[in-house]
């Protein structure tokens, strides 16, 4: 079973910044891809940053200069460092991780149980 963890969520007013956690637990064999996704209200869940199967990152042009993501290799965590936040940033942020749990078995997609963040003055 894999499980992901996220932790670090909040509110803050605009401008401010948040740093999100996720923590991969369980049985890993490899971690294909891992980041961030967001759904506000009724709209439907969007890409914010990832890590790729080849390593490199990728943002959501809303967030490009403002967000950064990390990853912590040795701990299977990956994290979001949110700055300059503005009232559309926010959502329920879900952290998202493409896994595979044996040499022999085939990847699954898995996603944390969700985290909000509110930006409001």
């Known amino acids: 079973q894999v499980q992901l963890v996220e932790s670090g969520g909040g509110l803050v007013q605009p401008g401010g910044s948040l740093r999100l956690s996720c923590a991969a637990s369980?049985?890993?064999?490899?971690?294909?891809?891992i980041g961030w996704h967001r759904q506000a209200g009724g709209n439907v869940r969007e890409s914010v940053a990832m890590?790729?199967?080849?390593?490199?990152?990728t943002y959501a042009d809303s967030v490009k200069g403002r967000f950064i993501i990390s990853r912590d290799y040795a701990k299977n965590t990956v994290y979001l460092q949110m700055n300059s936040l503005k009232p559309e940033d926010t959502a329920v942020y879900y952290c998202?991780?493409?896994?595979?749990?044996?040499?022999?078995?085939?990847?699954?997609?898995?996603w944390g149980q969700g985290t909000q963040v509110t930006v409001s003055s």
């Open positions: 369980g049985t890993i064999f490899s971690i294909n891809a």
């Open positions: 998202y991780a493409n896994i595979r749990r044996g040499g022999l078995l085939q990847s699954n997609n898995y």
């Open positions: 890590f790729t199967s080849g390593g490199s990152t």
